[in-house]
């Protein structure tokens, strides 16, 4: 399916269309999406081989230097992640809930991604930029020491970045919380 994805973000649209172009061409990857998002980003996200990945993503950073304001690069994703990313999934709504709330798509896919990693959790949710005002929102759901695991290790990788903006974890969400969310 997915061997690799890079995220990467520009604060240009109009870059953020010429960078999408220049990565298509510099490597043998494939476009996952490409799109404007708020306040004014372009995000990019591709798919292919590690290195093919790494190449397009290390080609756009050089090449639009002046315009990035993240990207990551995700080897051995797991699943749950890119289920989660394009919403192809209903998760139940019980156990505990832990949310992280990210400055940036990017850095919300690796948060989410390393909770996933760190301790049985399902991925509840995952939003990107879209109608957010360009934050990334994660949430989990499971145990409340398996969720507290997830949320620490996620939000701990935001933060070490600068781009962490809160997180949280309840441990027994009222049923209308769950009805709304």
Not at 26 to 36: E, F, R, Y
Request: glycine share 10%.
């Amino acid at each position: 399916m997915y061997q690799a994805i890079g995220i990467i973000e520009l604060k240009s649209i109009a870059k953020g269309v010429e960078a999408c172009d220049s990565a298509l061409k510099s490597a043998g990857i494939t476009l996952v999406s490409a799109h404007p998002s708020c306040p004014g980003k372009y995000e990019i996200i591709i798919t292919g081989a590690i290195a093919d990945v790494s190449a397009a993503l290390s080609h756009v950073k050089t090449r639009f230097e002046g315009t990035i304001i993240d990207s990551s690069l995700m080897g051995r994703i797991d699943p749950q992640v890119i289920t989660a990313l394009f919403g192809t999934e209903p998760i139940k709504k019980s156990g505990s809930l832990g949310v992280i709330e990210t400055y940036s798509a990017a850095s919300a896919i690796k948060a989410a991604d390393i909770a996933v990693k760190t301790a049985k959790v399902d991925i509840y949710d995952l939003r990107v930029s879209r109608g957010m005002g360009g934050k990334g929102l994660v949430m989990v759901t499971g145990d409340v020491g398996d969720v507290n695991a997830a949320v620490e290790a996620g939000a701990s990788h935001a933060a070490d970045l600068g781009l962490l903006m809160n997180k949280s974890v309840i441990a027994a969400p009222h049923k209308e919380l769950w009805e709304q969310i």
